[in-house]
Protein backbone atom coordinates (compact mmCIF):
# COMPACT_ATOMS: atom_id res chain seq x y z
CA UNK A 1 0.00 0.00 0.00
CA UNK A 2 1.39 3.61 -0.86
CA UNK A 3 2.73 5.79 1.66
CA UNK A 4 -0.20 8.31 1.18
CA UNK A 5 -3.34 5.69 1.44
CA UNK A 6 -1.57 4.77 4.77
CA UNK A 7 -1.55 8.30 5.97
CA UNK A 8 -5.11 8.85 4.17
CA UNK A 9 -6.11 5.49 6.53
CA UNK A 10 -4.35 6.71 9.73
CA UNK A 11 -6.28 10.15 9.85
CA UNK A 12 -9.81 7.91 8.79
CA UNK A 13 -9.05 6.05 11.99
CA UNK A 14 -7.97 8.83 14.31
CA UNK A 15 -11.15 11.04 13.16
CA UNK A 16 -13.22 8.00 14.18
CA UNK A 17 -11.54 7.50 17.49
CA UNK A 18 -11.50 11.17 18.37
CA UNK A 19 -15.36 11.23 17.29
CA UNK A 20 -16.36 8.44 19.27
CA UNK A 21 -14.09 10.06 22.30
CA UNK A 22 -15.88 13.44 22.20
CA UNK A 23 -19.73 11.38 21.65
CA UNK A 24 -19.03 9.84 24.87
CA UNK A 25 -17.90 12.39 26.51
CA UNK A 26 -20.96 14.36 25.76
CA UNK A 27 -23.48 11.53 26.87
CA UNK A 28 -21.40 11.31 29.95
CA UNK A 29 -21.77 15.13 31.07
CA UNK A 30 -25.33 13.84 31.27
CA UNK A 31 -24.55 11.57 34.22
CA UNK A 32 -20.82 13.35 35.79
CA UNK A 33 -22.88 14.54 38.51
CA UNK A 34 -23.53 10.94 39.74
CA UNK A 35 -20.10 9.84 38.87
CA UNK A 36 -19.32 12.64 41.31
CA UNK A 37 -20.81 11.07 43.81
CA UNK A 38 -18.98 7.97 43.25
CA UNK A 39 -15.51 10.05 43.61
CA UNK A 40 -16.85 11.96 46.75
CA UNK A 41 -17.33 8.47 48.53
CA UNK A 42 -13.55 7.67 49.52
CA UNK A 43 -13.09 11.05 51.07
CA UNK A 44 -16.40 11.11 52.74
CA UNK A 45 -16.19 7.34 54.01
CA UNK A 46 -12.62 7.92 55.47
CA UNK A 47 -12.83 11.14 56.27
CA UNK A 48 -16.32 12.49 57.53
CA UNK A 49 -14.90 15.87 58.59
CA UNK A 50 -13.60 16.66 55.63
CA UNK A 51 -15.80 19.50 53.54
CA UNK A 52 -15.25 19.50 49.79
CA UNK A 53 -15.83 23.53 48.32
CA UNK A 54 -15.59 25.41 45.43
CA UNK A 55 -13.11 28.44 44.99
CA UNK A 56 -14.58 30.35 41.96
CA UNK A 57 -17.88 30.79 39.98
CA UNK A 58 -17.06 28.16 37.18
CA UNK A 59 -15.23 25.50 39.33
CA UNK A 60 -18.14 23.26 38.91
CA UNK A 61 -18.89 23.21 35.42
CA UNK A 62 -15.15 22.71 34.98
CA UNK A 63 -15.01 20.17 37.07
CA UNK A 64 -18.35 18.13 34.89
CA UNK A 65 -16.07 18.85 32.01
CA UNK A 66 -13.36 16.93 33.30
CA UNK A 67 -15.33 13.68 35.11
CA UNK A 68 -17.21 13.81 31.66
CA UNK A 69 -13.95 13.58 29.56
CA UNK A 70 -12.03 10.91 31.91
CA UNK A 71 -15.54 9.04 31.69
CA UNK A 72 -16.04 9.33 27.83
CA UNK A 73 -12.56 7.93 27.39
CA UNK A 74 -12.98 5.47 29.45
CA UNK A 75 -16.41 4.53 27.59
CA UNK A 76 -14.16 4.97 24.36
CA UNK A 77 -10.99 3.33 24.90
CA UNK A 78 -12.01 -0.25 23.66
CA UNK A 79 -13.49 1.29 20.23
CA UNK A 80 -10.06 3.21 20.19
CA UNK A 81 -7.94 -0.51 20.74
CA UNK A 82 -10.37 -1.46 17.52
CA UNK A 83 -9.54 1.04 15.48
CA UNK A 84 -5.79 0.73 16.37
CA UNK A 85 -6.54 -2.64 15.19
CA UNK A 86 -8.01 -2.22 11.85
CA UNK A 87 -5.10 0.05 11.33
CA UNK A 88 -2.49 -2.38 12.07
CA UNK A 89 -4.21 -5.91 10.79
CA UNK A 90 -2.97 -5.93 7.38
CA UNK A 91 0.50 -5.81 8.09
CA UNK A 92 0.28 -8.50 10.51
CA UNK A 93 1.05 -11.96 10.60
CA UNK A 94 -1.92 -14.61 11.48
CA UNK A 95 -0.03 -15.62 14.38
CA UNK A 96 0.22 -11.88 15.95
CA UNK A 97 -3.78 -11.25 14.90
CA UNK A 98 -4.43 -14.16 17.30
CA UNK A 99 -2.55 -12.50 19.72
CA UNK A 100 -3.84 -9.25 19.65
CA UNK A 101 -7.64 -10.02 21.07
CA UNK A 102 -6.42 -11.50 24.41
CA UNK A 103 -3.60 -8.39 24.64
CA UNK A 104 -6.55 -6.17 23.94
CA UNK A 105 -8.79 -7.97 26.56
CA UNK A 106 -6.23 -8.89 29.37
CA UNK A 107 -4.89 -4.87 28.48
CA UNK A 108 -8.80 -3.89 29.08
CA UNK A 109 -9.33 -5.95 32.11
CA UNK A 110 -6.21 -4.91 34.02
CA UNK A 111 -6.78 -1.50 33.58
CA UNK A 112 -9.88 -1.90 34.97
CA UNK A 113 -8.79 -3.90 38.26
CA UNK A 114 -5.91 -1.46 38.81
CA UNK A 115 -8.44 1.29 38.55
CA UNK A 116 -10.53 -0.49 41.26
CA UNK A 117 -7.79 -1.18 43.37
CA UNK A 118 -6.75 2.44 43.78
CA UNK A 119 -10.53 3.34 44.55
CA UNK A 120 -11.29 0.91 47.23
CA UNK A 121 -8.07 0.37 48.55
CA UNK A 122 -5.43 3.22 47.76
CA UNK A 123 -7.21 6.10 48.06
CA UNK A 124 -9.61 5.75 51.00
CA UNK A 125 -5.95 4.40 52.98
CA UNK A 126 -3.72 7.33 51.87
CA UNK A 127 -6.46 9.85 52.19
CA UNK A 128 -6.82 8.54 55.62
CA UNK A 129 -3.25 9.15 56.45
CA UNK A 130 -2.77 12.63 54.66
CA UNK A 131 -5.54 14.21 55.83
CA UNK A 132 -5.48 12.69 59.44
CA UNK A 133 -1.51 13.94 59.58
CA UNK A 134 -2.90 17.64 58.41
CA UNK A 135 -5.68 17.58 61.22
CA UNK A 136 -3.85 15.97 64.12
CA UNK A 137 -0.25 17.09 63.55
CA UNK A 138 -1.11 20.40 62.33
CA UNK A 139 -4.37 21.23 63.70
CA UNK A 140 -5.40 22.09 60.48
CA UNK A 141 -8.94 22.22 59.49
CA UNK A 142 -10.06 19.79 56.84
CA UNK A 143 -11.29 22.21 53.46
CA UNK A 144 -10.52 20.39 50.29
CA UNK A 145 -10.97 22.25 47.05
CA UNK A 146 -13.25 20.00 45.11
CA UNK A 147 -10.85 21.04 41.82
CA UNK A 148 -8.18 19.79 43.62
CA UNK A 149 -9.94 16.64 45.25
CA UNK A 150 -11.13 15.15 41.69
CA UNK A 151 -8.14 15.90 39.99
CA UNK A 152 -6.26 14.28 43.14
CA UNK A 153 -8.99 10.77 42.45
CA UNK A 154 -8.86 10.85 38.80
CA UNK A 155 -5.06 11.19 38.82
CA UNK A 156 -4.57 8.35 41.27
CA UNK A 157 -7.25 5.94 39.26
CA UNK A 158 -5.90 6.54 35.81
CA UNK A 159 -2.27 6.06 37.16
CA UNK A 160 -3.13 2.90 38.79
CA UNK A 161 -5.27 1.62 35.34
CA UNK A 162 -1.48 2.29 33.80
CA UNK A 163 0.61 0.72 36.26
CA UNK A 164 -1.32 -2.57 35.93
CA UNK A 165 -0.71 -2.66 32.21
CA UNK A 166 2.53 -3.84 33.01
CA UNK A 167 2.37 -7.35 32.06
CA UNK A 168 1.13 -6.51 28.84
CA UNK A 169 3.52 -4.10 27.98
CA UNK A 170 6.77 -6.10 29.16
CA UNK A 171 5.34 -9.16 27.42
CA UNK A 172 4.87 -7.18 24.33
CA UNK A 173 8.54 -5.88 24.71
CA UNK A 174 9.92 -9.42 25.39
CA UNK A 175 7.98 -10.85 22.50
CA UNK A 176 9.66 -8.22 19.79
CA UNK A 177 12.73 -9.04 21.44
CA UNK A 178 13.25 -5.58 22.82
CA UNK A 179 13.48 -6.89 26.93
CA UNK A 180 14.90 -10.06 27.56
CA UNK A 181 13.58 -12.15 30.08
CA UNK A 182 17.43 -12.14 32.02
CA UNK A 183 17.50 -8.56 32.17
CA UNK A 184 13.95 -8.39 33.96
CA UNK A 185 15.02 -10.97 36.69
CA UNK A 186 18.20 -8.82 37.12
CA UNK A 187 16.03 -6.15 37.68
CA UNK A 188 13.93 -7.34 39.78
CA UNK A 189 15.98 -6.32 43.00
CA UNK A 190 16.17 -2.89 42.24
CA UNK A 191 11.73 -2.70 41.24
CA UNK A 192 11.24 -4.44 44.49
CA UNK A 193 13.13 -0.75 46.28
CA UNK A 194 11.07 1.27 43.10
CA UNK A 195 7.54 -0.13 44.25
CA UNK A 196 8.28 0.46 48.04
CA UNK A 197 9.40 3.95 46.71
CA UNK A 198 6.22 4.64 45.06
CA UNK A 199 4.02 3.60 47.98
CA UNK A 200 6.09 5.57 50.21
CA UNK A 201 5.17 8.87 47.77
CA UNK A 202 1.73 8.44 48.27
CA UNK A 203 1.56 7.84 51.48
CA UNK A 204 4.58 6.96 54.32
CA UNK A 205 2.99 5.13 56.80
CA UNK A 206 4.37 1.30 56.26
CA UNK A 207 0.91 -0.27 55.96
CA UNK A 208 -0.06 1.59 52.87
CA UNK A 209 3.59 0.86 51.18
CA UNK A 210 3.05 -2.56 51.77
CA UNK A 211 -0.60 -2.53 50.37
CA UNK A 212 0.38 -0.44 47.28
CA UNK A 213 3.69 -2.30 46.40
CA UNK A 214 3.00 -6.01 46.58
CA UNK A 215 0.51 -5.74 43.77
CA UNK A 216 3.02 -4.40 41.34
CA UNK A 217 5.97 -6.42 42.86
CA UNK A 218 3.38 -9.23 41.67
CA UNK A 219 2.58 -7.83 38.70
CA UNK A 220 6.19 -7.74 37.74
CA UNK A 221 6.35 -11.31 38.51
CA UNK A 222 3.79 -12.27 36.46
CA UNK A 223 5.91 -10.00 34.04
CA UNK A 224 9.26 -12.28 34.48
CA UNK A 225 6.72 -15.28 34.16
CA UNK A 226 5.38 -14.06 30.77
CA UNK A 227 8.65 -13.48 29.70
CA UNK A 228 9.78 -16.64 30.14
CA UNK A 229 7.12 -17.88 27.75
CA UNK A 230 7.73 -15.82 25.25
CA UNK A 231 10.99 -16.62 24.72
CA UNK A 232 10.60 -20.30 24.42
CA UNK A 233 7.98 -18.94 21.40
CA UNK A 234 10.36 -16.88 20.14
CA UNK A 235 12.50 -20.28 19.20
CA UNK A 236 9.62 -22.05 17.94
CA UNK A 237 9.61 -21.74 13.94
CA UNK A 238 7.60 -19.23 13.12
CA UNK A 239 5.57 -19.41 9.36
CA UNK A 240 5.17 -16.40 7.83
CA UNK A 241 2.18 -16.26 5.90
CA UNK A 242 -0.03 -13.11 5.77
CA UNK A 243 -3.47 -13.89 5.57
Known sequence: ??????????????????????????????????????????????????????????????????????????????????????????????HEKKAFLPLALSSILLFLLGAAFAYFLVLPLALKFLLGLGFTQLSATPYLSVDTYVSFVLKMVIAFGIAFQMPVVLFVLQKAGLVSHEQLVRFRKYFIVLAFLIGAVIAPDVSTQVLMAVPLILLYEISIWLGKRAAKERKKPVVRNLT
Not at 2 to 9: D, I
Not at 47 to 73: M, N, Q
Open 1 to 94: MPLTEHLRELRYRILLSLGAFLLASAVSFYFARSVFEVLKRPVTESYPEVELITLSPTEPLFILIKISLAVGFILAFPFILYQVWRFVEPALYS
